[in-house]
């Protein structure tokens, strides 16, 4: 888990730049917003977001967050006060309580899911907001119909139609580059990446010293019967079970996520096991491991070796997910 130290050297570094940027700000330097219509310094900044170029004239000052990825993000980088309303799920088991009292003060635009646990928002509900930017894009919602409102959308690259390659915490690191870019916060971005960086060092050490061996399966199961899902070598599982000292089983499986069966579970039979789900509570998730016919058989589940976390522990790979290696490591005592 994150150190208390960590986290005030944190505040302290986000306190300091915050206050160098307020005295940059009155003196009308660097990074201060434009009173006479004109983009402010150093802008517009354009990044690629799902092979579509968005431009940003000046630092975000409305935004809305329609996934919960994104705020460890915005609080490492001092700017989670830009978010105006926010929909859907933010667990406060994600978060330290700073964190979930400053997501408590935004206002709820409503958590409504459909039957496979996706948003349900109107295209109208965001436009009459007034956002310049939003965070996510709900199932049913399309970028254009934002885009011609004027309003800019991001969304998570991992998730993107067109995502290639395998995910790795190099991942994490730019996507907090990325935000500090068009937030005007290229400094704390970069003492972020540094300590986000060294937690994953730190645990990455430390399961080098323990030695490795062991092996470990990352699932997603299905509570109540149905099929149940695994993270192959493309997942952000894979580097969280590697940094964390251990050998995923599935790492031959050039997939993020796929379907697997007990059968093949049992054949590659792994010492431990994590298993994910996004709401609820864990003990019917571990339930539906360990009471299918045959579960017995597996080592981790005789051993009791189980992990339940919830889903942005792992993915997708935000500083959450380096919360999620660190609880790996903790939970286990590291690969060895």
């Known amino acids: 888990m994150q150190s208390t130290t960590r986290r005030r050297s944190r505040v302290r570094i986000t306190l300091l730049a915050a206050a160098a940027a307020s005295t940059i700000a009155a003196c009308g330097g660097a990074g201060a917003a434009s009173t006479d219509g004109e983009s402010a310094e150093g802008f517009p900044v354009t990044v ?7 431009t940003f004239d000046e630092p975000p000052s409305r935004v809305i967050l329609l996934e919960s990825a994104p705020v460890t993000i915005l609080e490492g980088l001092g700017v989670l006060d830009s978010v105006v309303l926010r929909a859907g799920a933010f667990p406060p088991a994600y978060y330290d309580a700073e964190t979930n009292a400053a997501i408590e003060k935004i ?12 948003l349900q928002i109107s295209l109208e509900t965001i436009i009459d907001a007034e956002p310049d930017l939003v965070f996510g894009l709900p199932d049913g919602m399309s970028r254009d119909g934002l885009t011609d409102a004027g309003i800019q959308v991001l969304e998570q690259p991992t998730f993107c139609a067109d995502a290639e390659g395998a995910t790795t915490f190099e991942n994490i690191y730019e996507q907090v580059e990325t ?6 916060r290229t400094d704390e971005a970069d003492a972020f990446v540094d300590e986000l960086n060294g937690r994953v060092e730190d645990v990455r050490a430390t399961a080098e010293k323990q030695g490795g061996g062991r092996t470990a399966a990352v699932l997603y199961p299905t509570v109540g019967g149905g099929s149940g899902y695994a993270y192959g070598n493309k997942s952000m599982a894979h580097p969280q079970l590697e940094a964390a000292g251990f050998e995923n089983v599935f790492d031959d499986v050039d997939e993020r996520v796929f379907e697997v069966t007990l059968e093949q579970l049992i054949s590659r039979d792994p010492d431990v096991l994590v298993l994910l789900h996004v709401d609820g509570e864990p003990g019917p998730v571990k339930d539906a491991v360990v009471n299918l016919p045959g579960a017995e058989s597996l080592t981790a589940v005789a051993n009791d070796d189980i992990l339940v976390q919830l889903f942005n522990f792992t993915e997708p790979p935000t500083p959450v997910s380096i919360d999620g290696l660190e609880r790996i490591a903790e939970h286990f005592g590291g690969g060895g």
Not at 109 to 116: A, S
Not at 179 to 184: E, H, L, S, T, V
């Open 179 to 184: 935000y500090g870019r068009i937030f005007d």
């Open 107 to 118: 206002p709820s635009m409503g958590d409504e899911l459909d039957d496979k646990g996706h």
């Open 48 to 54: 690629e977001n799902c092979g579509i170029d968005v």
